[in-house]
């Protein structure tokens, strides 16, 4: 029941804060010159404009959904909101985040309902809300529904397949 609470009281700081002022920070990535990471509240326009994330169209553009995410994300689409963890120093979420909002665009998915936080290289987050949900990993997408974890996809998930998992999450009984 606690953990419900505090998932319920992240979660809504986290949605009004994405629609309050920014809540961002870009600095140089320390690792790889010329990059860029940004910590805190990350919109998918940011991505598109910033010349330094060419990978975001690059990753779209050769991905094909799972018939079966197609399907369980347009059931569920009014039924759910997301919550995603990604580093943009992170190849894995370089991928992956990508081909989610394609995922969504394809399925009419409310890109709106998708909350993109950015982590540093230790996945900390401003205000703490890696921690607070007990993010370890990027990306990770963690599926809400009525403000309740129903579960979340890890990196590329237990089939190396992320849309294979985000689908049995919506649809449990396929």
Known sequence: MMKSVLLSVVVLFIFSAANSQSQLIVYPDSVHAG???????ITKDDLLKDTSFKW????????????AAVEAMKAKKDSVELLVYMGTWCEDSQVIVP?????????GFDTKKI??????????????????????????????KKGKEMGRVIEYGKYGLFDKELAEILNPAQ
């Open 115 to 144: 909350t993109l936080i950015g982590t540093d290289r230790y996945k900390k987050t401003l205000s703490h809300l890696s921690e607070a949900l007990n993010v370890h990993n990027v990306p990770t997408i963690i599926v809400l």
């Open 99 to 107: 081909q989610l909002y394609k995922l969504a665009d394809i399925t």
């Open 56 to 67: 975001f169209a690059a990753n779209q553009k050769w991905y094909t959904p799972q018939t």
């Open 35 to 41: 990059q860029k990471v940004y910590k805190g509240i």
